[in-house]
């Protein structure tokens, strides 16, 4: 199966971590047989408002002209709003079958009913599929759309690795309770904060470990100076996979406290592939996943789920015991290996069918 590869968003040796799922989903693509045999992409964040137009204007030129090399069976698309004009043009110079893998930020950052919004939605009926990283995004953009008969295709955010993370649970030594995540507005880390001073102001004897980086990594480390519980907390920054995998291993509850409506929320999972029980606002992606008191907890305020890691604690062993292996059970699910089958399986379907 032979791809040919539009992405605004694509990592290099300066910026390894920009547009780093679109590089793990072609490679995931390639280990399964598909053969990119063009990727027009944009590589690493531009610093100026100067260069990223220059570097608009070449990524459009390649892709028009692009349209003329015409050696790929399906054109996939990354990102449908830096990409319409694009997918308008290859639709009227060929005639293969168009995926489009949507993001978050394709929804959420333009309103209902504008003409950008209406531009998009001609678009997506040029497509043959749609990739989305969720149940709940899915149902996002048929809400979204809901008078296009689209085919969506579930691949979320290139899984699991599950080689990585996996229990050990021998490394659970006392009573950790994990947040990881970028500290930005909206993430939650004021909430989960909140949560552990709460805790331990019940008399529950644990330990905090948060990990990420963000915008407001400053802001959190002045808080932790004056935190009551300063020396409980142990702050880690910016982690690699084998990192994270140390944390959840070494931890049993994971709090997901986002404001945001995430579209997957891929941290939960990878806490859950270690068996980690989560604690997760009640929004977006994780809803999708995590099946309230049985595999983990949804809430809705820091109150709520305070009361239901009290209520979890309180359990028997093989209660919780229960509870963790469901959470394992579910993660299994969005094996890395697993989910990229089925993601190759079903481009290779729609290839042969148009």
């Not at 003409?115 to 749609?130: R, T």
């Not at 995004?137 to 689209?150: A, E, G, H, S, W």
């Not at 904060?193 to 805790?199: K, P």
């Not at 806490?271 to 809803?287: D, E, H, L, Q, S």
Request: glycine share 6%; with cysteine.
């Amino acid at each position: 199966m032979k791809i040919k590869l539009l992405s605004n968003m694509y990592p290099s040796k300066q910026d390894p971590l920009f547009g780093i799922f679109v590089k793990k989903t072609v490679l995931a693509l390639e280990e399964n047989g598909a053969v990119f045999t063009q990727k027009i992409v944009i590589k690493g964040k531009r610093s100026s408002s100067l260069q990223k137009l220059i570097t608009y204007i070449q990524y459009y030129i390649k892709a028009v002209f692009g349209v003329f090399y015409n050696r790929h069976e399906m054109l996939y698309v990354h990102f449908l709003t830096h990409n319409l004009p694009l997918i308008y043009w290859y639709s009227l110079f060929q005639n293969k079958p168009i995926i489009i893998n949507l993001h978050g930020s394709d929804i959420s950052t333009v309103q209902p009913n504008t003409s950008l919004d209406k531009l998009q939605e001609k678009a997506l009926q040029k497509a043959n599929a749609v990739v989305v990283p969720s149940l709940y995004f899915k149902t996002v953009v048929q809400k979204r759309y809901p008078n296009i008969d689209l085919s969506f295709y579930i691949y979320p955010s290139g899984g699991i690795d599950t080689a990585v993370f996996k229990p050990e649970i021998s490394k659970r030594k006392e009573l950790n309770i994990a947040f990881v995540s970028r500290i930005d507005k909206g993430k939650g880390w004021r909430d989960f904060l909140s949560i552990f001073t709460a805790l331990q102001e019940n008399g529950i004897q644990a330990r905090a470990i948060m990990a990420g980086d963000g915008a407001e990594k400053e802001i959190l480390l002045a808080s932790l100076k004056k935190h009551p519980y300063k020396e409980l907390i142990q702050y880690k920054g910016f982690q690699s996979k084998q990192e994270l995998a140390e944390i959840y291993q070494t931890s049993e509850l994971f709090i997901f406290p986002t404001q945001l409506l995430e579209s997957l929320g891929l941290v939960g999972l990878e806490a859950m592939a270690c068996k980690n029980v989560i604690f997760a606002r009640n929004i977006g992606g994780p809803t999708g996943y995590v099946q309230n008191a049985k595999n983990g907890f949804l809430f809705k305020t820091v109150e709520e789920a305070v009361q239901q890691i009290k209520n979890y604690l309180a359990l028997p062993q093989e209660s919780k015991q229960a509870m963790q292996n469901k959470a394992l059970a579910t993660a299994k699910a969005y094996d890395t290996q697993q989910v990229a089958a089925n993601l190759y399986t079903n481009f290779k379907k729609l290839c042969s069918t148009s």
